[in-house]
């Protein structure tokens, strides 16, 4: 268990639709990550956030959002999904940013 | 673009051999290349990482070789265990370390057949 908890585990979903991807950092890290796996594109890296502020942002389409909470937990938005958006969802996080990240178990999204 | 190419996609060993996995990558800006490794319903863990000043990590059966000149970095198993069976992930990124901007390779399926 690497302490990184993600929820829900699985989310099917219709196109068009809104979800919203939990993630809960380890116990006093301060950097969050999301990251993307699917099988044509491989993981991906989306979005990073250090301490409430957006630090880096990777391939993330403008339908997708995040944010990181004063309590550090980080909420992942995706909008008007469509069915290329099934994938796994990964939350990771850091100390600092720099520092070995955690990845937790992930969130399996299905788009029908 | 890909800019991190792995290959083989999978590989089956027999139980002690020594699977090697490849990785060649175009940026070279990238700075701190990790490997990473997921088993079935669980998120990549971090096995072992290498900055471009060194050409050779070793860190228990695990080896990562690094040749700055071809662009060119691998990872090799010895004396390979069933429990090693997973998916194995290169990565690079041009942030110096930890998670940050990772740019992953494809993956490769390994297998180690008792």
């Known amino acids: 268990d690497s302490g990184v908890t993600q929820t829900p585990k699985h989310l099917i979903t219709a196109t068009g639709q809104r979800v919203t991807l939990r993630c809960s950092p380890r116990s006093g890290d301060l950097s969050v990550y999301w990251y993307q796996q699917s099988l044509d594109q491989g993981l991906q890296f989306l979005i990073q956030y250090y301490n409430g502020e957006e630090r880096a942002k990777g391939n993330i389409l403008e339908r997708f959002s995040a944010q990181q909470f004063p309590d550090l937990h980080s909420e992942l938005n995706l909008s008007s999904l469509e069915l290329g958006d099934s994938a796994l969802y990964f939350c990771?996080?850091?100390?600092?940013?720099?520092?070995?990240?955690?990845f937790g178990q992930g969130t399996r999204l299905t788009v029908v | 673009q890909q800019q991190v190419k792995q290959s083989p996609q999978s590989l089956i060993v027999q139980k002690g051999g020594i699977p090697i996995i490849n990785c060649a990558y175009e940026?070279?800006?990238?700075?701190?290349f990790p490997w990473y490794q997921q088993f079935p319903g669980k998120g990549p863990a971090l096995l072992i990482a290498?900055?471009?000043?060194?050409s050779e990590k070793k860190e228990g059966r695990f080896t990562i070789s690094f040749n700055k000149s071809a662009k060119q970095f691998s990872l090799h198993i010895m004396d390979s265990q069933p429990g090693d069976s997973a998916t194995y992930f290169c990565?690079?990124?041009?942030?110096?370390?930890?998670?940050?901007?990772?740019?992953f390779g494809k993956g490769t399926h390994l297998i180690i057949q008792p």
């Open positions: 940026n070279t800006a990238f700075d701190y």
């Open positions: 290498i900055r471009p000043d060194v």
């Open positions: 990771a996080s850091s100390v600092t940013p720099g520092t070995e990240a955690f």
């Open positions: 990565a690079a990124s041009r942030y110096g370390g930890g998670a940050d901007g990772l740019t």
